[in-house]
Structures are given as structure tokens and as C-alpha cells.
Antibody
Framework: QITLKESGPTLVKPTQTLTLTCTFS??????????VGWIRQPPGKALEWLAL???????RYSPSLKSRLTITKDTSKNQVVLTMTNMDPVDTATYYC???????????????WGQGTLVTVSS | DIQMTQSPSSLSASVGDRVTITCRAS??????LNWYQQKPGKAPKLLIF???SLQSGVPSRFSGSGSVTDFTLTISSLQPEDFATYYC?????????FGQGTKVEIK
């Protein structure tokens, strides 16, 4: 059974750094083709792709947020960590982590998602 | 970034109706298109990947089609549990942008 769960602070102040942890089970991030991504959703708004880390430690970031994001993995702990610096009230959102699965044709999809964690940015 | 535009933004339909949602990419994405369903307070759920492949466990009333820039999600006979918001997502390039969503409501 594959599960993912996000953890971290529910409230951060403007200018602070947010650190979120995705703890997963049922798969290994050392398996070729596997990745874990972060996606967020402001209240009442659409999904936004943030970052992705691959089994080989390759990292991808949304260009608009790249300067503020860092994604890392700890394969032994089955965890992926996302840090976002200089938080602003517009970063208030539910943050999801999800497993990325690669297909034989080279495309990918997010097939398992965590429940999400709501992060509010306010002083 | 590749822009994904869904239409309509919302629709009202009755149980048993055939529903079609479209998604247009701002440039060619081949068949690198996924569809997700999201219910209030829940995480998105994968329905269709690679434009037309049905994810395991998803009812066959859901189908996807299209390629290059124009894609369609069809629900052949809308069921009560299908009232939700649907998102397309391109996986052709980074970032894997999502559409703005289509909310399917009860008529």
C-alpha cells in the first residue's frame, strides 16, 4: 500500500522559511523512474506545480519560484523535504506531495497523493 | 511555461448526462496530458494519463482523447459521485502546469 503524508508548520510569518516534509511508504525513491513532487493549491484556486525530485537526485523547479525553493530527499528515511524561503501571504495554500510515476513512453503522472497540509502565512 | 486552458470553467449537468471538458495547451505537448478529479477538501485523484490511458480502478465511463494541443475528458454517463472539479496537467516540460479547473455541478 502506497501512502504519502505531509508535515510541517500550519502557520508561518512573512519573510520566514517554510520547511515541509513528505514521509512516504510502499515504494522506494531509489527505484528508477520514480520521483516525488510538490504541488500547492491556494484556497479556492487551481493547482500549482512547485518542484520534483527524481530517483537519481535530479531536481526540477518551477521557474517562477526556483530562487526560493529547495527539494531534497533522504532515501533511507523515505522522506522528501521542500523548503521555501521568504514566505508571503500569497503563499498561503494547501501543499501536497505526490509520487511521480514514469511511463514506458516517457511521460509521467502523479498517481498517489498525500492528504495535503494547509500553510497559512500571516503575522 | 506551457499554459493550459480548460473550458468551460464550470458546468451544470444532471445524472446520466454525457459531459465533455476540453483542455488546450499553448504549445504542442504530444500526448503528455493527465486528468485529475478533485473533491472538496480532498487531494486530486488521477483519472487519465498519457491523454487516453485509464488509470487502474477508474470507472470506464471516464475517457480521454486528443493530442498535440487539444484534449478532451468525457464522462459518458454522469454519476452522483462525479460531481467534482477536474484538472488537466501537462507532463511535457517543467513545470508540469495544470489547467485552471472545471467544476461540474448538479443541475
Amino acid at each position: 500500500q502506497i501512502t504519502l503524508k505531509e508535515s510541517g508548520p500550519t502557520l508561518v510569518k512573512p519573510t520566514q522559511t517554510l520547511t515541509l516534509t513528505c514521509t512516504f511508504s510502499g515504494f522506494s525513491l531509489s527505484t528508477s523512474g520514480v520521483g516525488v513532487g510538490w504541488i500547492r493549491q491556494p484556497p479556492g484556486k487551481a493547482l500549482e506545480w512547485l518542484a520534483l525530485i527524481y530517483w537519481n537526485d535530479d531536481q526540477r523547479y518551477s521557474p517562477s519560484l526556483k530562487s526560493r525553493l529547495t527539494i531534497t530527499k533522504d532515501t533511507s528515511k523515505n522522506q522528501v523535504v521542500l523548503t521555501m524561503t521568504n514566505m508571503d501571504p500569497v503563499d498561503t495554500a494547501t501543499y501536497y506531495c505526490a509520487r511521480r510515476q514514469l511511463t514506458g513512453t516517457g511521460t509521467y503522472y502523479f498517481d498517489y497523493w498525500g492528504q495535503g497540509t494547509l500553510v497559512t502565512v500571516s503575522s | 511555461d506551457i499554459q493550459m486552458t480548460q473550458s468551460p470553467s464550470s458546468l451544470s449537468a444532471s445524472v446520466g448526462d454525457r459531459v465533455t471538458i476540453t483542455c488546450r495547451a499553448s504549445q504542442s505537448i504530444s500526448s503528455y496530458l493527465n486528468w485529475y478529479q478533485q473533491k472538496p477538501g480532498k487531494a486530486p485523484k488521477l483519472l487519465i494519463f498519457a491523454a487516453s490511458s485509464l488509470q487502474s480502478g477508474v470507472p470506464s465511463r471516464f475517457s480521454g482523447s486528443g493530442s498535440v494541443t487539444d484534449f478532451t475528458l468525457t464522462i459518458s454517463s454522469l454519476q452522483p459521485e462525479d460531481f467534482a472539479t477536474y484538472y488537466c496537467q501537462q507532463s511535457y516540460s517543467t513545470p508540469g502546469t495544470f489547467g485552471q479547473g472545471t467544476k461540474v455541478e448538479i443541475k
